[in-house]
């Protein structure tokens, strides 16, 4: 029995001594990852590869590094573009969920409503959304949802500031407006635009396209039937812009736009604000979620923070229009870059 005691202490000792050697391995390995900053995935789904969604996509990326996620440190990226195909956004949705990234960013409404269709689960942030209650990505402002919040393209003001300009100084009793019908966003805004068209006294004529390659026609169509044409945030309008501004500028029809970046692009006014900074507030919200610090169900949908109406004096030049000294009181005049 004390020969067996004793046999039975050695392995014992053996096996506390393997024991410990395991533990400060472990030890070891922990501490080495502790080193290493945990890294979080983002899905960015984006619509279409235009000015503005990419100017929100930059902005959002940026906001992002400022609350310290850095891509290629603590952060990875997976980026996809629908180029405009509303089927792609379910694809893409369906992709990001499956590669259970920890937030996605939808950057328009086709794309936000694909991953909002996609999970219950995963926090979603969105951007570039007219109508996010309408569309039924939200129950409200106040109250998003579960797992979604974001940032709305439509400032209240912006829409009846543009048509204002032009029924009240530009005089126009028929404007033109091109838009996909098929996009709910554009729908909401184009009842917008009848809305203060009608009240300035104005007839709005639509015109629907379902392409970007009817686009050029819808503009030539317009000819001589309006006074003036305005351009809602319609992806499709917009990714097919040059064609509309060739045909305004030809034919020297003022051409009325829905955000800064179609402005600058050769649209002669718009009331708006830079998408980047929807994007870079989009990023704030997605950064207090990764933190842990708010749920998507806690942050209220945002406005776009600021809002001024801008005049092209080039486009100006190219539609035939001369800049009246008292417009420059109302709206700052962008001169190119």
Avoid at 204 to 225: D, F
């Amino acid at each position: 029995m004390k020969s067996s005691s004793k046999f039975v202490g050695v392995l014992l000792a053996g096996f506390l001594a393997l024991a410990g050697c395991a533990s400060s391995d472990d030890t070891s390995g922990d501490a080495g990852g502790n080193n290493d900053k945990e890294q979080v995935v983002v899905g960015i789904s984006q619509y279409a590869p235009h000015t503005s969604l990419d100017a929100a996509t930059e902005g959002f990326i940026k906001a992002l590094e400022d609350e310290g996620f850095k891509e290629g440190e603590n952060l990875k990226i997976d980026s996809q573009n629908a180029q405009g195909e509303q089927s792609n956004t379910a694809t893409i949705a369906q992709n990001l969920v499956g590669n259970k990234v920890d937030l996605i960013f939808a950057n328009a409404t086709p794309s936000a409503m694909a991953a909002l269709n996609a999970t219950s689960d995963i926090p979603i942030i969105f951007t570039s959304v007219t109508d996010p209650v309408g569309a039924g990505l939200v129950e409200s402002f106040d109250k998003p949802g579960d797992n979604i919040t974001g940032t709305t393209d439509n400032h209240p003001d912006a829409t009846k500031t543009t048509i204002n300009f032009i029924t009240e100084e530009m005089g126009a009793k028929k404007i033109g407006v091109i838009y996909n019908s098929g996009e709910q966003n554009s729908v909401v805004q184009v009842e917008q635009v009848k809305e203060f068209a009608e009240q300035g006294g104005a007839e709005l004529v639509e015109v629907s396209v379902s392409t970007t390659a009817e686009v050029k026609q819808a503009a030539e169509s317009l000819v001589g039937r309006v006074d003036a044409i305005y351009i809602p945030t319609d992806n499709t309008a917009v990714q097919a812009l040059d064609s509309i501004i060739s045909v305004a500028n030809e034919k020297d029809i003022p051409l009325f736009v829905g955000e800064l970046d179609s402005m600058k692009a050769g649209g002669f006014a718009a009331s708006g604000f830079e998408y980047y900074d929807i994007g870079y507030q989009s990023g704030l919200m997605a950064a207090k979620i990764l933190k842990g610090e708010k749920k998507a169900s806690e942050i209220p949908v945002e406005l776009p923070d600021s809002l001024q109406l801008f005049i092209n004096k080039k486009a100006a030049e190219e539609q035939g229009i001369e800049i009246k000294p008292e417009w420059e009181k109302i709206a700052e005049i962008y001169e190119g870059q």
